[in-house]
Structure formats: C-alpha cells, structure tokens
C-alpha cells in the first residue's frame, strides 16, 4: 500500500515520499496567542496531530514544528484590555494552548518556536530579499514585490490580477501610496507607536511582517525543503502563498514538497465568525464540562478536508459514538478468555480489518473510512465475548488493535474514570453518607452513578470508581 496525500498546490492526491526515507519534517501553523483558542484552532491541531499520530504508526520518525505568533496587533490589543505587555499575555495564552491541548491529548510539537525570539534571523532574510532585487524599502517598511515571482498566485490558484484587485480592497491609504503594487506585502513594518516594542533593523526600528515569521522559524529549525506544511485553508492565501514566494525568492528552491489544508468548521450550519457571535472556545467548553475525549474524537473524526460542522446535537453524537467504542474496549480489556488456542478464522479476520484501516488511512487520512473498520473491530470483538468459548490470545489481539486504533485519533487514558464535577460531589456525598452509616443515601447514590456507567467499589482504602 502507498501513501497519498492530497496536495493543495497540484490540486490531487499524490504518493507520498519524504524528502529523507523513513523521516518526516512536518511543519504546523500555530496560533497568535492572545485569547483561548477556538474551536477551529483545535480543528487544526487535532487533525494533524491524528496526521502525524498515523505516520507513527506507520513507521516513520516525524520531525513536527508549530509556531507561536506571539506578537501583532490583535496580541497589543488585547494586552491593553488585560492590562498586560504583550509578553506577559503571550506567555499567559500559550500556557492556556498548552493546558487545553493536553486535555485533548494533541502530543505537544517537539519544537515550539516563538516570532519575537527570531528577529536576528528575520532582518537578515529580509535584508538578503532586497539584496536579490525581490523587495523594496519605503519609508522604514520593506515590501515583496510579487510580480517578481513567476507563480505567485499558484498554491491559492488565482491569477495575480484577481490576487491584486482583492489586495487593493484591504489596504490603508498609507500602503496604497507606499506600495508600487498592490499586491506587494509586508516584510519589515515601522514602528513608530509610543509604547510599543520594536526591533532595531538597516531600515530603522520596526516589526515582522506576520508572513515573515513562519519562513524565517521553518529556515532556522529545518534548514531544507520540508516534507508537509501544514495549517487552516483560510491561511493558502494570503499566509501560506507568501510564505511560498518569499522563501522560494530567497533560496532558488522548493520551499515545501506537500501542503495540506484542513477544512472550516461550522457552527450551527454557519461558518465561525466573531462578527455573527458563534465563536465557540475550547476553554469555555471543558470549562462547562465537556468530556475532553468526546471532544478530541468530534474533532478528529471527519476527514481533515472536509467541513466541521459543530453543534451540540453532533457533539452528543460523537459522544455515543465513541462510548460503543469504548465499552467494547472496557470488555475486552477485563476478558478471561478459557481456551488455550487461538482461532485462526479470528486472526484471519482481524488481518483483513487492519489491511482495510491502513487502506483507508493511507488514502489521504480517511479517518470517515477508517472509523468503520473501527466499529466493525468493536461488533467481531463483541461477538467473541459473547461466544461460549474463546480464546485470551484472541482477546488480547482485538483489544491490542482497537487500543492502538483508537490513541491515532487521540483517544488514550480512556481507562482512567473522568468525573464530572457534579460526579465528584456525589461521590464525596456518599463518602459522607456512609461514614454517617446512613446506607439508604449512599446506595441510591451509587446507583445513580452506576445509571451513569461508573462502578463505586468501596475498599479499605476507601471508594474506588471504574467504568461499568
């Protein structure tokens, strides 16, 4: 079987071969940490998490970097409302990133860089454009001039007119008179605000262009071409195709070998928009509660390139999705099996399933195909424990593939019991009940949370819960 994965810029499915066999240099777009991130941001992560989950399982070492924007305007804006320097509330949104993620069990990058510490390496990259006759300085501020590069409007597939007639209806009336088209970006921006940090350069103290950032971080980290970059379709333009010309104009090589996009997410049937008010965060959703496996399996589960649609009906969905899955896992996992030989027929079977799942993720990552054989895993593992006589060895495969299947899509430590906070405080009600002997109080408790599917076990060490 041969990988393949879609690739935004020849617009079809292609083999796919790292640049190095067995490696992958695997580069994400990350957040601009000035808020808790929304559900589109963890859309993004949890996919190619899932992504480079699969290419683990396959056998590759993956290098994977995603950056932190951890400076610009909207992160100015928002320290001025917490009353905080714009260090101070990136470092305190990129440790929220950290905490949500984790509970979403989205792997933390092996590299993650940060804009404001790569402004050497920046001024340099940008100084070395102009020195190749690809950009101009203008008053402090440095451009890229895209009509300089051959195929500008490739990843975004446009032509450069349409590119620069939709440019033109975005720019201020200083970047009108300033640039000599207008499609000309940002590289290097003046700063000249009272308060506001900036960076010494040959064209006097300013920022990075947001463009810049990632180029520079993908430079320094990887020195080469990389195999996926990866990010949100909003960002094939205009983030990733100035990310494409400025990197290429610099270096006189292929800047990335296979760019992937993941899809919108809806909200509602209607695409996340702050200005229509249906801008859903990670945070305030565990925050209420939200179990964080429904949640990580919702965002995993539909094909990277499709839409999300988010809602609460779908969520529940998920939720009953994913419970099938797990109570098979639950039931495998405390299975004695009473037969010393395996079933070959079994074997054989569970043999086809995993040549039908890596069939699947190799198409792509079609995790919506994928997910069948998963379910089609869970009823052949049911239907074994509800035979008279099976084998442990039998047992101990099916439960080994759908554990391994189901940590690809992030769905791990599924064993250990996560209460909610109304969970807890009945279970700490009933600790009390008991120690008052009032056991009328304290059996209906644990019913109440055996309707739940969690067991109370009492013991001398006091109440233990596991899933039912």
Sequence with gaps: MMLTLYNTYSQQK??????????????????????????????????????????????????????????????????????????????????????????????????????????????????????????????????????????????????????????????????????????????????????????????????????????????????????????????????????????????????????????????????MSKSLDNFVTVHDLLTAGQDPLVLRYFLSKTHYRRPLSYSQEHLDQAGRELERLLRTARSLAAAKGNQESGSVAFQEQLALLQQRFEAAMDDDLNTENALTVLFDLATMGNKLLDSSDYAQVDVQAARSLLEEWLAIFGVANWQEVALTTTQQELLAERATARAAKDYVRSDAIRDQLAEAGILVRDTAEGQTVEYL
Aim: proline content about 6%.
């Design 14 to 271: 292609e083999p796919f071969e790292p640049a190095q066999p067995g490696q992958i240099t695997m580069y994400l777009c990350g957040p601009t940490v000035y808020n808790y991130i929304h559900i589109g941001n963890a859309r993004s992560a949890a996919a190619f998490d899932t992504a480079r989950r699969y290419f683990q399982y396959r056998g590759y070492q993956v290098h994977f970097v995603s950056n932190f924007t951890d400076l610009g305007d909207k992160v100015l804006q928002q320290a001025a409302k917490e009353e905080l320097t714009e260090a101070a509330l990136a470092e305190k949104y990129a440790q929220a990133f950290a905490a949500d993620t984790a509970k979403l069990n989205i792997l933390p990058a092996d590299e993650r860089p940060r804009a404001s510490s790569y402004m050497a390496p920046m001024v340099t990259f940008v100084a070395a454009l102009l020195d190749r006759g690809m950009a101009y300085e203008v008053n402090g501020n440095v451009y890229f001039k895209t009509k300089e590069f051959p195929d500008y409007g490739g990843l975004a597939h446009q032509n450069l007119a349409a590119l620069t007639e939709n440019a033109a209806g975005r720019l201020q009336n200083q970047e009108q008179d300033e640039k000599r088209d207008a499609a000309d970006f940002a590289l290097w921006k003046k700063e000249e605000r009272p308060g506001v940090q900036a960076w010494p350069s040959p064209w006097g103290p300013g920022r990075p262009g947001w463009h810049l950032e990632c180029s520079v971080m993908i430079d320094e980290l990887f020195g080469q071409t990389i195999d996926i970059h990866a990010g949100g379709v909003d960002l094939t333009f205009p983030h990733h195709t100035n990310e494409r010309a400025q990197s290429e104009s610099r270096y006189n090589r292929p800047f990335v070998r296979y760019w992937l996009h993941n899809g919108f997410v809806n909200i509602n049937d209607e695409k």
